[in-house]
């Protein structure tokens, strides 16, 4: 597993002094070195005063199979347990990280964003909290606008034949599924998106493929493949069935950004996920930028300001590793 480790400004690693830790992961398809170059930025945040200082760590969930979202898979393998078992631990051991729950945080967008949510609601008590933006889809009911588990259901077109949209920009419709699965089906057989999804979420076929969700010919889904990503990686479903045993770890460390206009459609399983914390109780930060697609510039931007999502998140993690102090005065 590799990754770019940022250690803060005045960093001595001979110090008593500890930090907390951000986990981060990009979209689809970015390694941990395109994911880093986002690092200057946080150097530049931390150096100037605008940011309080703490260790990042940008990782790489890319793959040959296209990208893991650091999840336990019968087909990547465990990624997500040798991420808290392994990896976090090793650097824990190597930088001088506070190395523990209230010092732990996640962050991430699109892929990276689900890979935020996946893994503080499947170890909600090994981290201080998540921010995710645009994040993949978290509800299935909404699968980039295909509810997979409907009777019938279909990946290319809905139930009156009009063709399933897959990309957008605000009203106009860039490309369709069908479309997509077609490219994909021509660039290679496994490391596409659809294909990637398919690599986590799925079951083993004898044969050693994951099982595909739908049949790429007709777009028909597969009702017992989709049963299987319901009960094991649908995370409003697992909010809403596993609440008594989360509640208490969960409970306030849930934060989600998303705009109105994503690209992806991907305001609609978000809007899903703020219901399901809200049909249990629970307390979560759910946040709707108007008009804004899935670019992370028009998700982070405020008032002029590109980096406000980043300052603001950066104090909620002070405020939650180092309670009762506060770091510098609001913008």
Do not use: C
């Not at 994951?210 to 790429?216: G, N, Y």
């Not at 510039?297 to 590109?306: E, I």
């Amino acid at each position: 597993m590799a990754a770019w480790v940022l250690t803060p400004p005045g960093y001595d690693p001979r110090s008593r002094t500890t930090y907390p830790a951000v986990y981060t992961a990009g979209a689809f398809g970015a390694g941990h070195k395109l994911t880093g170059q986002q690092l200057s930025r946080m150097w530049h945040l931390m150096e100037t005063g605008a940011m309080p200082p703490m260790i990042w760590v940008a990782l790489d969930h890319s793959s040959a199979t296209g990208t893991t979202e650091f999840a336990d898979s019968v087909n990547n393998g465990p990624w997500g347990e040798a991420l808290v078992s392994e990896v976090i631990p090793a650097l824990e051991a190597k930088y001088r990280m506070d190395a523990k729950p209230s010092g732990r945080f996640l962050t991430g967008h699109s892929s990276g964003g689900w890979f935020a949510l996946w893994t503080i609601v499947r170890y909600p008590q090994l981290f201080g909290g998540s921010w995710a933006t645009a994040p993949d889809p978290v509800d299935f009911h909404d699968f980039l606008g295909v509810d997979l588990y409907a009777p019938v259901a279909n990946m290319y077109h809905t139930a009156g034949g009009t063709p399933r949209p897959l990309e957008r920009d605000h009203d106009n419709v860039v490309g369709t599924i069908k479309e997509a699965v077609r490219l994909e089906r021509v660039l290679g057989h496994n490391g596409g998106q659809f294909r990637s999804f398919e690599w986590v979420f799925s079951p083993r076929k004898p044969d050693g493929e994951p099982a595909r969700l739908f049949d790429r010919e007709t777009g028909t889904v597969d009702p017992a493949v989709a049963a299987y990503w319901r009960e094991r990686y649908d995370i409003a479903h697992r909010i809403e069935a596993d609440w008594p045993r989360l509640g208490g770890h969960l409970n306030g460390k849930v934060h989600v950004v998303v705009g109105t206009a994503d690209s992806y459609y991907l305001d609609g399983p978000v809007r899903r996920l703020d219901a399901a914390f809200r049909n249990v109780g629970g307390r979560a930060d759910f946040r709707y930028v108007p008009g804004a697609t899935h670019s992370m510039s028009m998700l982070y931007a405020k008032n002029g300001d590109r980096d406000a999502l980043w300052r603001e998140m950066s104090r909620a993690i002070y405020a939650v590793a180092r309670p009762g102090q506060t770091w510098g005065a609001p913008r």
